[in-house]
């Protein structure tokens, strides 16, 4: 989050005593003595003083915003100080009572009665909504077909009806999981607010059990805790959802549910048919209690994908209930992540070795100017991201990555994403838990089931800096129109 206004700095002259008032000037003045002394010359950016107390919520009831400050000290030849002078987040009231006038609306109806526009006439007024700035206080006059802008809103007034954002010194924010306006910090997918799925396990499996008969047959228990839930499959055959009292939530006593939204578990489940033989589930979690998705059999099982991230403690127990209620255990499951489980096979067939991968070769120089420029005039994203994850699959690379800030786009991102690189040797390669600047292109197969990042053998990737950050900036102006 840039600085949001300006705020009054503080000089100090080099070898200027002044009359300590508290412990924090006095140290200061020491400092500065034995920096002159020491012949010092500071050149680097100044200092902040320690952040000051959270002010009041902006509101009286529902959501608001509550600030605190800092000011920057510096000597008169050193830089400003990195960093925001203000901090903005929400704070929450009890509900507003019913009936009671929106913020917005409030502020709208303080013009009424009062002469405007430089005439004497007078207006009621009532917010508008179709002006392009959401944080303008824009009021349109009640019985005419005008609106007038009357400057900005009061900071903690909400972007728009209903929504989560607020404005900020005429700027709409949404607030990261940590409360802050303008924070991207997010939620990893064990739900750990600026996590990096370390206190997890991806479970994705295949349920390819064909059925000795039509009807209902048990796929998985999806256990209490489970995030990011999803099942799928392609015939005419029905999944069905089961509550841990025993109770369909949908599909269930050979009944088909229609497609919609389901509670079950504390968490909303989101239930998809397709025109053609797809159907899907969904739900975000986490799942309150344990879940048992089935399916029933009409014709044989081509296959149900399923998957949802689980709480590394909740694993164990998972693997033994799951086995109990008839989950196979020799399922292929090439692509988990988790702990196998720990089972005593009694016979154990000859293991075919191996050949060690050849060492990967070094990677050709790509620094310099010229190269930043051509990649990212190129590209079609350019975002700095943090990498949390990386798999090796045959001939490519693909790296799950945060995306953290976002300086060029021709279509969304979203902030988790996959980016794949075209080799097992990627170049350059990326370090797992780094920020990274990086210019990717968008790769979509013929027949369109795949859309991907692509990041090119010997492009643009470099550890995220500040100094990276201006120079990117800086090539954002010189690509041709």
């Given at each position: 989050?840039?600085?949001?206004?300006?705020?009054?700095?503080?000089?100090?002259?080099?070898?200027?005593?002044?009359?300590?008032?508290?412990?924090?000037?006095?140290?200061?003045?020491?400092?500065?003595?034995?920096?002159?002394?020491?012949?010092?010359?500071?050149?680097?950016?100044?200092?902040?003083?320690?952040?000051?107390?959270?002010?009041?919520?902006?509101?009286?009831?529902?959501?608001?915003?509550?600030?605190?400050?800092?000011?920057?000290?510096?000597?008169?030849?050193?830089?400003?100080?990195?960093?925001?002078?203000?901090?903005?987040?929400?704070?929450?009231?009890?509900?507003?009572?019913?009936?009671?006038?929106?913020?917005?609306?409030?502020?709208?109806?303080?013009?009424?009665?009062?002469?405007?526009?430089?005439?004497?006439?007078?207006?009621?007024?009532?917010?508008?909504?179709?002006?392009?700035?959401?944080?303008?206080?824009?009021?349109?006059?009640?019985?005419?077909?005008?609106?007038?802008?009357?400057?900005?809103?009061?900071?903690?007034?909400?972007?728009?009806?209903?929504?989560?954002?607020?404005?900020?010194?005429?700027?709409?924010?949404?607030?990261?999981?940590?409360?802050?306006?303008?924070?991207?910090?997010?939620?990893?997918?064990?739900?750990?607010?600026?996590?990096?799925?370390?206190?997890?396990?991806?479970?994705?499996?295949?349920?390819?059990?064909?059925?000795?008969?039509?009807?209902?047959?048990?796929?998985?228990?999806?256990?209490?805790?489970?995030?990011?839930?999803?099942?799928?499959?392609?015939?005419?055959?029905?999944?069905?959802?089961?509550?841990?009292?025993?109770?369909?939530?949908?599909?269930?006593?050979?009944?088909?549910?229609?497609?919609?939204?389901?509670?079950?578990?504390?968490?909303?489940?989101?239930?998809?048919?397709?025109?053609?033989?797809?159907?899907?589930?969904?739900?975000?979690?986490?799942?309150?209690?344990?879940?048992?998705?089935?399916?029933?059999?009409?014709?044989?099982?081509?296959?149900?994908?399923?998957?949802?991230?689980?709480?590394?403690?909740?694993?164990?127990?998972?693997?033994?209930?799951?086995?109990?209620?008839?989950?196979?255990?020799?399922?292929?499951?090439?692509?988990?992540?988790?702990?196998?489980?720990?089972?005593?096979?009694?016979?154990?067939?000859?293991?075919?070795?191996?050949?060690?991968?050849?060492?990967?070769?070094?990677?050709?120089?790509?620094?310099?100017?010229?190269?930043?420029?051509?990649?990212?005039?190129?590209?079609?994203?350019?975002?700095?991201?943090?990498?949390?994850?990386?798999?090796?699959?045959?001939?490519?690379?693909?790296?799950?990555?945060?995306?953290?800030?976002?300086?060029?786009?021709?279509?969304?991102?979203?902030?988790?994403?996959?980016?794949?690189?075209?080799?097992?040797?990627?170049?350059?390669?990326l370090a797992l838990h780094r920020d990274y600047l990086l210019a990717a292109r968008r790769l979509i197969s013929p027949d369109g089931t795949q859309?991907?990042?692509?990041?090119?053998?010997?492009?643009?990737?470099?550890?995220?800096?500040?100094?990276?950050?201006?120079?990117?900036?800086?090539?954002?102006?010189?690509?041709?129109?």
């Open positions: 989050m840039g600085k949001l206004r300006p705020e009054k700095e503080e000089h100090l002259a080099p070898c200027h005593t002044r009359r300590p008032r508290s412990l924090w000037n006095l140290l200061l003045l020491l400092w500065t003595f034995l920096n002159c002394g020491l012949g010092g010359n500071a050149q680097g950016p100044g200092e902040w003083t320690p952040w000051g107390s959270w002010s009041r919520c902006s509101s009286s009831c529902g959501r608001g915003l509550s600030v605190r400050s800092r000011r920057c000290i510096r000597f008169p030849r050193e830089e400003l100080c990195w960093g925001d002078t203000h901090e903005y987040r929400l704070c929450q009231q009890p509900d507003c009572p019913p009936g009671a006038m929106p913020f917005r609306d409030l502020q709208c109806a303080l013009y009424n009665g009062h002469p405007v526009l430089g005439t004497q006439k007078t207006y009621q007024w009532v917010p508008f909504y179709g002006a392009p700035n959401h944080c303008d206080l824009n009021c349109l006059a009640v019985g005419h077909d005008f609106y007038h802008s009357f400057g900005r809103v009061l900071d903690g007034t909400p972007c728009s009806p209903g929504a989560q954002d607020l404005c900020v010194a005429g700027r709409c924010l949404s607030a990261g999981c940590d409360g802050l306006l303008g924070s991207d910090a997010r939620e990893d997918r064990c739900g750990r607010c600026g996590g990096a799925n370390d206190s997890c396990l991806f479970v994705q499996r295949v349920f390819r059990d064909a059925g000795a008969f039509a009807g209902y047959w048990n796929v998985t228990l999806i256990p209490e805790g489970a995030r990011h839930i999803r099942a799928a499959h392609r015939s005419r055959n029905h999944l069905a959802l089961m509550g841990g009292d025993g109770r369909y939530v949908l599909n269930g006593n050979w009944a088909v549910s229609p497609a919609g939204t389901y509670e079950a578990a504390g968490t909303r489940v989101v239930y998809t048919r397709a025109t053609g033989p797809e159907e899907t589930l969904r739900a975000a979690g986490p799942t309150s209690q344990d879940l048992l998705l089935q399916v029933l059999l009409q014709e044989p099982n081509p296959g149900i994908e399923f998957e949802f991230w689980l709480p590394r403690e909740r694993y164990g127990p998972f693997q033994a209930q799951a086995q109990v209620l008839g989950w196979s255990p020799r399922q292929p499951q090439p692509r988990e992540v988790e702990p196998q489980p720990l089972e005593s096979p009694t016979v154990i067939p000859p293991r075919t070795p191996i050949p060690t991968p050849e060492p990967c070769p070094p990677c050709p120089d790509t620094r310099g100017r010229a190269h930043r420029l051509l990649h990212y005039c190129g590209s079609d994203f350019v975002f700095r991201a943090r990498v949390l994850g990386r798999v090796r699959q045959a001939q490519e690379t693909r790296y799950e990555v945060h995306v953290q800030l976002i300086y060029k786009n021709r279509s969304p991102l979203r902030a988790l994403e996959y980016v794949w690189a075209p080799s097992r040797c990627p170049c350059p390669p859309d991907r990042l692509l990041l090119p053998h010997a492009g643009y990737a470099r550890l995220w800096s500040p100094a990276e950050d201006s120079r990117v900036r800086l090539a954002a102006r010189h690509c041709p129109l």
